[in-house]
């Protein structure tokens, strides 16, 4: 029932949020490269992994987000599957909210410390190469998303992460699974037993637009998330029903 009304507020913020005016931040990114065609999560039992994939009608990943200089409104770009996985399902301890697994690029930050993703022998300068990460996300009324990245207060004992986390305040990892693009598909690899072995469960696929903010107050009090969802560029289903189901 938890998961139930968690999808169902999810799916009526995310409603509103392509409904509403087109001049939103990140507008300006909105072409086909995120206009969502197809998705598919795949169990690949030969190699016992499950494959994230994504098609647009454009280029996966090809636009990437322009950099700004500051950590504070730094601009995401993300291709995300919201599912109905657990909190503990990923590594996290238990929390309300939604499992997702979120492709992302944004070359104002590198926030995948124990990753060298372009290989040049450098962990902190290929934040705009396309990267996974699992976050839980919740309802936010303060962008007009309305959703962000779950944030908990620093140093709270009752919270785990698991070890490949950056180390910020969220429910946010950094797991360094492959990401590849390809033509018009955006995909990544993920061993099974990462997910504690989970191959039935739903999901969908999302397009959005997401920016960081280092204010000094978060925790839903401040002005800003830390990391938000400012703008929503499509929903696989049209209403974020979370329909679709692991292929084997």
């Known amino acids: 029932m938890k998961n139930f009304s ?8 995310l409603n509103f949020a392509i409904s509403a005016s087109a001049q939103k931040p990140g ?5 086909k490269d995120y206009k969502l065609k197809a998705a598919q999560v795949t169990y690949e039992s030969r190699i016992d992994a499950l494959i994230f994939e994504i098609t647009v009608e ?11 200089g500051s950590m504070k409104g730094a601009p995401v770009l993300g291709y995300v599957f919201p599912t109905t996985l657990k909190s503990q399902d990923i590594g996290f301890s238990a929390t309300e909210g939604i499992v997702a697994m979120a492709l992302t690029s944004h070359p104002d930050m590198d926030d995948t410390p124990l990753w060298d993703e372009n290989a040049d022998g450098q962990f902190e300068n290929d934040g705009v190469i396309w ?29 785990t992460l698991p070890k490949t986390a950056p180390g910020m ?3 946010f990892d950094s797991p360094g ?12 690899l993920i061993p099974a037993f990462r ?10 696929a999302v397009s959005c637009y ?23 560029y499509g929903v696989l289903s049209g209403n974020l029903s979370l329909p679709y189901a692991v292929k084997k």
Do not use: C
């Not at 997910?195 to 969908?204: A, I, L, T, V, Y």
């Open 6 to 13: 968690s999808i169902t507020i999810l799916m009526l913020l």
């Open 27 to 31: 507008e300006k990114y909105n072409n």
């Open 58 to 68: 454009g280029q996966a990943g090809k636009t990437t987000p322009t950099p700004v």
């Open 131 to 159: 990267h996974a990460h699992w976050v839980v996300l919740n309802k936010d009324e303060r962008v007009p998303g309305g959703l962000s990245v779950k944030e908990f207060k620093s140093g709270d004992k009752g919270v």
């Open 169 to 171: 305040p969220m429910y």
């Open 177 to 188: 699974f492959n990401v590849i693009t390809e033509g018009s598909a955006i995909r990544v």
């Open 195 to 204: 997910m504690h072995h989970k191959k039935d469960f739903k999901f969908d």
């Open 210 to 232: 997401m920016q960081m903010s280092h204010g000094e107050d978060h925790h839903g009090t401040g002005k800003e998330p830390m990391l938000g969802v400012y703008n929503v």
